[in-house]
T-cell receptor, first 117, second 112 residues
Framework: GAVVSQHPSRVICKSGTSVKIECRSL??????MFWYRQFPKQSLMLMAT?????????EQGVEKDKFLINHASLTLSTLTVTSAHPEDSSFYIC?????????????FGSGTRLTVV | RKEVEQDPGPFNVPEGATVAFNCTYS??????FFWYRQDCRKEPKLLMS?????NEDGRFTAQLNRASQYISLLIRDSKLSDSATYLC?????????????WGLGTSLAVNP
């Protein structure tokens, strides 16, 4: 089945630094990539949606200059958390969908646990 | 009102028990519905889709009531391995605007 590889699985960084998270679709073309954030005991919150070759669409309240999303190819999307602060510590998950998958084709990465100290 | 609402629980049940989770959604134009399972510190995994006619997969039964905008999940003969958070998920929008709206999740602990 479809697989999305997400790296790193865990990262600890100092406040003020930037962190890049990668999601790669291994055996399908990820036309659309969704980026989520999940705080402890909270639901998944959609941060942004990106279509390959287009600028990402950010959800209300998500700073596009802080969370940089690049989806330059059909197999790779990246999320960069710039100038990270402790409040950015969270579980970040990507989810990919290809153009042929309809309502059932959301493949999730394994998540990245970010801790900013 | 939240777009997708669930009772967060926790539900503590003994092995072998039957447990039911409920979920309501606010957007009547929502097109498809799912139950996902999420283990602690892991990504969510699709448990089952939910159809208007109701569907069953082993010990799991899902029901959808479009008129009431209500979704349910029934787990029979609970196993210890069923302990997890169960997320109600609704697919809204059309074309490239489709996206998943997630409930807060219902926590289940199955005890020996």
């Amino acid at each position: 089945g479809a697989v999305v590889s997400q790296h790193p699985s865990r990262v600890i960084c100092k406040s003020g630094t930037s962190v890049k998270i990668e999601c790669r679709s291994l055996d399908f073309q990820a036309t659309t990539m969704f980026w989520y954030r999940q705080f402890p005991k909270q639901s998944l919150m959609l941060m942004a949606t990106s279509n390959e070759g287009s600028k990402a669409t950010y959800e209300q309240g998500v700073e596009k200059d802080k969370f940089l999303i690049n989806h330059a190819s059909l197999t790779l999307s990246t999320l960069t958390v710039t100038s990270a602060h402790p409040e950015d510590s969270s579980f970040y998950i990507c989810s990919a969908r290809d153009s042929w998958q309809t309502f059932y084709g959301y493949t999730f990465g394994s998540g990245t646990r970010l801790t900013v100290v | 009102r939240k777009e997708v609402e669930q009772d967060p629980g926790p539900f503590n049940v003994p092995e072998g028990a039957t447990v039911a989770f409920n979920c309501t959604y606010s957007n009547s134009a929502s097109q498809s519905f799912f139950w996902y399972r999420q283990d602690c510190r892991k990504e969510p995994k699709l448990l089952m889709s939910v159809y208007s006619s109701g569907n069953e997969d082993g010990r799991f039964t899902a029901q959808l009531n479009r008129a009431s905008q209500y979704i349910s999940l029934l787990i029979r003969d609970s196993k210890l391995s069923d302990s997890a958070t169960y997320l109600c998920v609704v697919n809204t929008g059309a074309g490239n605007n489709r996206k998943l709206i997630w409930g807060l999740g219902t926590s289940l602990a199955v005890n020996p």
